[in-house]
């Protein structure tokens, strides 16, 4: 979560005191605290030196290997999980994870990831159903003995679970590079 906030409140500035103090504009500070913005370059280096903290203290990275904190990663794991609940609940891996991410968005990194992991499960269940509505007709044409929608079916519950626990070992481990080139990959 991002820190800025909190490090201001603790040194008594306002938003405008530290505008004036970092040579950066008001809005720039009220979209960083607001989570709107994740601060690079020169604003997260001014911001870090007023504060007095590195600069992966105020986007909530630990300094070992640009992993995620473990606020985050236990953030990002149970929206990655909750999308299982499509195995129950129709649309559930669209409806649960879309909760937890309305709840959890206020970070920068969980807001961008969360999206990630929202796109990919709203994507699968498109395309699944799309492969269900033309299995009938395909089998038909084709005239197979083999139930083709069950196999569709399966092969599609299969995937979307895998990839799942796939994303779930990536956020445990907290790499934000592997994180970035799985979605690529998707």
Known sequence: MLKVREYRENKGLTQSELA?????????????????TVPKGHTLTVLSKLMGVEP?????????????SDELTDQLKLINISALTF?????????????????????????????????FQIIWTLLVSVLLSVSPFVQNYFQLTTPLILLVLLGSYCTNIGMIFRLGTIISRGNL????????LL
């Open 56 to 68: 992966s203290e105020l986007i909530g990275i630990n300094n070992r290997n640009d992993q995620l």
């Open 177 to 184: 590079d592997q994180l970035k080139v799985t979605y690529q």
């Open 20 to 36: 004036d103090a970092s040579g950066l504009s008001l809005r720039t500070i009220q979209r960083v605290e607001a989570g709107e």
């Open 87 to 119: 195995i129950l609940i129709p649309f559930g891996n669209i409806v649960f994870p879309f909760i937890l991410w309305r709840k959890y968005k206020t970070n920068p990194l969980v807001n961008k990831n969360g999206r990630f992991i929202l796109n």
